[in-house]
């Protein structure tokens, strides 16, 4: 069976659905520290779990025989700012108890998501190789990146098998992020749709790498479900799809609805964004494990204009 920590959070909502509808609902538990959209909650086995509680994780992994864990919950770039030591115990703690259990041989595959929040302002930032200087300047990125390297030692030293993504910013509907730099790209459609105006809190030409969540998702199960052999890097895959300042969007979004306008006063989370990659090349995860993207900005967008517009309506 499979668990998932963090399911109630933005991709483990729509990941939870996703394998449940893959693999069957009552093979995949769905944990968080709280109770998550209804759409989850009454879709498979669900428990609540602290990603910090190493006796809880365990007996979860042996009351339903688990063998495969997403480990999804974190805390994101933003929020971990404010709340240094937390973010980095529950970064931290939550993999090293889910390697554990790898190395331990209680469970025999795991997916944990890394971010391109794990390269800094040093990094060259087009088109940011697989493979460069990685000085991440942030909490959550200096968070993300020791995780990759404890993956990748877990996998040399006891051959756990780890699977991983740095995931760009993720653009969905159904569950709200919390807490990161890229929520913007989110935020614009619902007050786009509700005011007819947004004021972003990054500058005009914060250009930053960004995907749909069906991308983000199918990528997830693609790398999971790979032959372990294909899978030649084990600290974390760059992974893109498209790349857009707040501007373009806003462009995009005037498509649509020809009224919209946005007006910028950036703040801390500016400076996030000025340390992060415009574009990333994701070449590594297409020849190794076939990688493809769908959505592009055009379809993102109105798909997007399309569920956030419904969602309001339901909510009216
Ligand atoms: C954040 N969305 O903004 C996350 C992320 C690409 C960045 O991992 O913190």
């Known amino acids: ?3 998932i920590i963090g399911a109630c959070g933005q991709i483990g909502t729509e990941l939870t659905l996703k394998l ?3 693999h069957g609902k009552d093979q995949v538990i769905a944990s968080d520290i709280r109770e998550g959209a ?21 007996e979860i992994v042996d009351k339903y ?3 495969e864990v997403y480990l999804m919950a974190a805390m994101l770039s933003a929020t971990a700012e404010k709340a240094p030591m ?3 115990d529950l970064n931290m703690d939550s993999l090293f108890h889910i390697l554990n259990l790898a190395k331990d041989g209680k469970i025999d595959k795991i997916f944990w998501p890394s971010s391109i929040a794990v390269f800094g302002p040093t990094t060259p930032k087009d088109q940011t190789p697989q493979t460069t200087v ?7 990125g200096i968070s993300k990146q020791t995780g990759e ?7 040399n030293k006891f051959g756990v098998d780890i699977r991983s993504i740095r995931y760009p910013g993720i653009i969905s509907y159904k569950t709200l992020p919390g807490g990161g730099t890229t929520d913007y790209a989110i935020e614009i459609f619902h007050e786009a749709l509700r005011n007819g105006e947004y004021t972003s809190f990054l500058d005009r030409d914060a250009a930053l790498p960004m995907m749909y969540m069906d991308d983000a998702i199918n990528a997830t199960v693609k790398i999971m479900e790979a032959p372990a052999d294909e899978i030649k890097v084990r600290s974390s895959y760059n992974l893109a799809a498209i790349s857009f300042t707040p501007e373009i969007l806003a462009e995009e979004i005037k498509k649509h609805l020809a009224d919209f ?6 703040d801390f989370r500016q400076k996030i964004a000025e340390s992060w990659p415009s574009s990333i090349d994701d070449n590594a995860a297409r020849n190794d494990w076939g990688w493809e993207h769908e959505f592009d900005l055009d379809k993102m967008t109105s798909t997007m204009l399309e569920g956030v517009g419904k969602t309001l309506k339901e909510n009216a």
């Open 86 to 88: 937390k973010a980095w």
């Open 149 to 155: 390297r404890w993956c990748e030692y877990y996998f």
């Open 20 to 22: 449940r509808e893959i």
């Open 134 to 140: 990685m000085e991440p300047t942030t909490v959550y």
């Open 65 to 67: 025989e688990i063998k």
């Open 38 to 58: 209804e759409e989850l909650m009454q879709s498979g086995p669900f428990e609540i779990l602290n990603a910090t509680d190493e006796i809880h994780i365990k």
């Open 1 to 3: 069976r499979i668990l």
């Open 261 to 266: 306008t946005i007006k910028y006063d950036p």
